[in-house]
């Protein structure tokens, strides 16, 4: 029996917790596609880190996007959420969950465990926003960062956005946009 990519595996354990939250509206094949391409991109980094800060996973739906100014070559547009501490709409505000569950990484069984509390240190977290409706529509973007950093750089935050554009009943990476955050 061949053995499973660990993105595999782990999209296994991440897909048990959220099947009860999707809506009949969510493609389940885009959800698979995309936190299998995030965890791929960051293992290396995730398996490499060895400080004492937890590493949190948060996945989660958003319905409420905001179409920013700046586009892809092939046009989709980098989601942004509503900030709730502002009138109005942020460009700058993180996606705002309908809903999302966490994870911690553990290391010794190169595994994330589903986790109901906070730990009691500061985790450096990776949160992943996944939209809503995605079975209506040909593309999709994924928004990810960590924070306060990223196991590479700890101090500084690291915004990772990809798009998505379904190809029959899969979906395709084609847009990859990355910001460090300056202090």
């Given at each position: 029996m061949p053995s499973q990519?660990?993105?595999?595996?782990?999209?296994?354990?991440?897909q048990?917790?959220?099947?009860?939250?999707?809506?009949?509206?969510d493609d389940i094949a885009l959800w698979e596609t995309a936190i299998k391409t995030v965890f791929a991109e960051s293992r290396l980094a995730i398996g490499s880190?060895?400080?004492?800060?937890?590493?949190?996973a948060?996945?989660?739906?958003?319905?409420?996007?905001?179409?920013p100014h700046w586009r892809t070559k092939?046009?989709?547009?980098?989601?942004?959420?509503y900030a709730k501490d502002?009138?109005?709409?942020?460009?700058?505000?993180?996606?705002?969950?309908?809903w999302s569950l966490k994870w911690m990484f553990d290391a010794d069984s190169d595994t994330w465990r589903s986790l109901?509390?906070?730990?009691?240190?500061?985790?450096?977290?990776?949160?992943?926003?996944?939209p809503a409706r995605t079975a209506r529509h040909p593309r999709a973007t994924v928004h990810t960062i960590w924070t306060p950093g990223s196991p590479e750089n700890p101090q500084t935050k690291l915004t990772i956005v990809y798009g998505f554009q379904r190809c029959d009943t899969n979906w395709q990476l084609f847009?990859?946009?990355?910001?460090?955050?300056?202090?």
């Amino acid at each position: 029996m061949p053995s499973q990519c660990p993105d595999c595996r782990y999209w296994a354990v991440f897909q048990a917790a959220l099947a009860p939250w999707f809506g009949d509206d969510d493609d389940i094949a885009l959800w698979e596609t995309a936190i299998k391409t995030v965890f791929a991109e960051s293992r290396l980094a995730i398996g490499s880190y060895d400080r004492k800060d937890r590493l949190i996973a948060e996945i989660g739906r958003c319905s409420h996007w905001i179409r920013p100014h700046w586009r892809t070559k092939k046009g989709t547009a980098v989601p942004a959420g509503y900030a709730k501490d502002v009138d109005g709409f942020s460009f700058h505000s993180l996606p705002d969950y309908d809903w999302s569950l966490k994870w911690m990484f553990d290391a010794d069984s190169d595994t994330w465990r589903s986790l109901d509390r906070q730990p009691s240190r500061r985790p450096l977290t990776h949160r992943i926003t996944i939209p809503a409706r995605t079975a209506r529509h040909p593309r999709a973007t994924v928004h990810t960062i960590w924070t306060p950093g990223s196991p590479e750089n700890p101090q500084t935050k690291l915004t990772i956005v990809y798009g998505f554009q379904r190809c029959d009943t899969n979906w395709q990476l084609f847009a990859v946009w990355d910001h460090t955050h300056q202090s």
